[in-house]
């Protein structure tokens, strides 16, 4: 005989679905619209950890560099009004990075609603281009169809975000209604014809390779497809900022494709008469600008593997699509062998050498390299370390000289949004506390989220930090120069000692200026980051010339002036 239901408030209601459906931690700006949901967090200090940011920005890069690391969706809760605003970047990066991510909103109540009432907004409109899908939850009783809808959508297909608003008088209301079953993701396999022509399509190319990216990447499905590249004789490249797709140890593993790659890498790719495009969508960075891989017609025979269908013809118009999501596909590829008559393998080893070639230092201006830096990174963090990363040219250093090993061990966000580093480095911690987490971060990117230092002390997170102290918008500059040489204007800001405000969060501060101090200050920041359970920063102060690997503004600027002439 079935229980009576029992009458909850909605914010009861709601809490218990995330409980149902496998919430662990909700990153938060607590606000009074949803004080039912805060209220009801009691009732689940066993299951689900609250975690109490500093700002709505830092809250939503947190829930999406959760949903990176775990596959299910990172869960945040924010606000109406400028909470929402605050939150929305975090939204943008889950869209483009194809992250499972749930944002909730407090929002006025329908009593007041369409009055313009305090801190309203219409949610459907505002983020209606950059979610998968966006709603109101307006009756109490609807919440468990609500948020078993909000985890199918989110994790389906191309995985991505789903903003939910919350009236008051939603969470407020009171209603006996049955909890929903936890939801079961829908998998995506590929055909036993599709494999066939796909294979049959690899075994008469000459010059093939393998493009990884996406998400839904497991350890299990790296492994397959790594069989799968050795036996079919295929370089791998991961696709922009997806360097956690695949072992860069690998003896397949050719690069990282995309802004910044090697000459070697983009002639490489140039040359290929197929592309195996897996997981990713293969976007502007990826194919740098659509050249590369070029759209909608490619130059290469074009196999194209995506979980969403929808995705497949509408940029590039493949030899071949196939729908299918990554572990699924992976796991079918193991089983597949090859029937190529000509050896594939000098292609697969020069690809490798050339890989290698990339990753030893290059010539920097200044007392300090930055190339030598990152090599030294690399050779210090054990293989399973996260290295995360913001936006600006700082981050070309550990996208080109760290070896990436696998999921969890990258945490970058596709779409370029500056913030994201620390935040996603404290959310990385959190979910693998004996793991080593490094984030990388330009002195005008860290400035952005700084105040999440104040997490970090409160949940004692024991992360490194390195800020790149150039003082200026770097990546800019660099455009600058390119487009309007000699002309540099509204482009430098003078910073704080980064040191002293890492001890004002109970932390331990470096200023590194030299090369040959940069391998004892980081031994230093690792030992107290693990020892005290705090963060430790190295402030970087370098030569700003140097702006990337192998190249300086001065060099830029010159190049420019002399097309001009």
């Known amino acids: 005989m079935s229980q009576p239901l029992v009458e909850r408030n909605g914010g009861q209601i709601l809490m218990q679905q995330l409980r149902i459906h496998g919430a662990r931690r909700i990153f938060m700006i607590p606000g009074e619209s949803y004080l039912p949901c805060i209220d009801a967090l009691n009732e689940h200090k066993d299951a689900i950890e609250p975690i109490v940011c500093r700002q709505e920005s830092g809250a939503a890069y947190m829930a999406e560099a959760y949903g990176k690391l775990t ?164 370089p791998v490249g991961t696709a922009w900022r997806r360097l956690e ?100 393998a000098a292609h697969v080893v020069q690809a490798r050498q050339d890989y290698l070639d990339s990753t030893r230092p290059l010539p920097s201006p200044g007392p300090l390299s930055l190339d030598e830096a990152a090599a030294c990174v690399d050779a210090r963090l054990p293989a399973d370390a996260c290295v995360t990363v913001g936006a600006g040219n700082y981050a070309l250093y550990p996208h080109r000289y760290r070896r990436f090993t696998g999921p969890g061990t990258s945490l970058a966000p596709t779409v370029g949004s500056m913030g994201y580093g620390l935040p996603a480095a404290i959310s990385a911690k959190l979910e693998n506390p004996g793991r080593t987490v490094v984030c990388y971060a330009g002195d005008g990117c860290f400035q952005m989220n700084l105040q999440e230092l104040g997490v970090a002390l409160q949940y004692r997170v024991g992360i490194v930090v390195l800020v790149f102290n150039n003082g ?50 980081l031994e230093r920041a690792l030992a107290f980051a693990d020892s005290q359970r705090l963060p430790a920063l190295l402030e970087i102060r370098y030569d700003a010339d140097g702006i990337a690997p192998g190249q300086t503004l001065s060099g830029i600027r010159a190049a420019a002036l002399a097309r001009q002439q």
């Open 245 to 344: 797709c695949f072992d860069q140890r690998h003896a397949n593993a050719a690069g990282h494709v995309g802004w910044g790659m090697t000459p070697a890498l983009r002639e490489r790719l140039s040359q290929a008469d197929l592309v195996l495009a897996v997981g990713t969508r293969m976007g502007e960075a990826t194919t740098e600008g659509y050249t590369v891989i070029e759209s909608p017609m490619p130059r290469p025979k074009l196999i194209h593997v995506y979980p969403d269908p929808c995705e497949l013809g509408r940029v590039f118009a493949p030899t071949q699509g196939i729908v299918a999501d990554v572990a699924s596909f992976a796991e079918a590829a193991a089983s597949l062998r090859p029937g190529h008559q000509v050896s594939r």
């Open 472 to 521: 200026m918008w770097g990546t800019i500059r660099a455009h600058q120069e390119r487009d309007f040489p000699a002309r540099t204007i509204a482009l430098t800001f003078e910073n704080p000692d980064f040191t002293q405000i890492i001890r004002g969060y109970g932390g331990h501060g470096e200023a590194v200026e030299r090369s040959e101090d940069f391998a004892p200050a």
């Open 71 to 234: 596959g299910e969706p990172g869960i945040c809760f924010v606000t109406r009004g400028p909470g929402a605003t605050n939150a929305s970047i975090g939204v943008h990066t889950a869209f483009q990075d194809s992250t499972p991510m749930i944002l909730f909103v407090g929002q006025v109540g329908n009593d007041f609603y369409e009055r313009e009432a305090f801190q309203e907004i219409d949610y459907r409109r505002m983020f209606g281009q950059m979610a998968k899908w966006v709603a109101q939850i307006d009756r109490t009783d609807r919440i468990p169809e609500f948020i078993a809808r909000a985890y199918a959508v989110a994790t389906s297909g191309r995985p991505g975000p789903v903003v939910l608003a919350l009236p008051e008088d939603t969470l407020w209301g009171r209603a006996a209604v049955a909890d929903m079953p936890r939801y079961q993701r829908s998998r995506s396999h590929p055909g036993a014809a599709d494999l066939a022509r796909m294979t049959a399509l690899l075994d008469v190319a000459e010059r093939p390779f393998l493009l990884l990216g996406g998400s839904g990447w497991t350890h299990t499905a790296i492994e397959q497809i790594a069989g799968f590249a050795e036996r079919f004789e295929l």
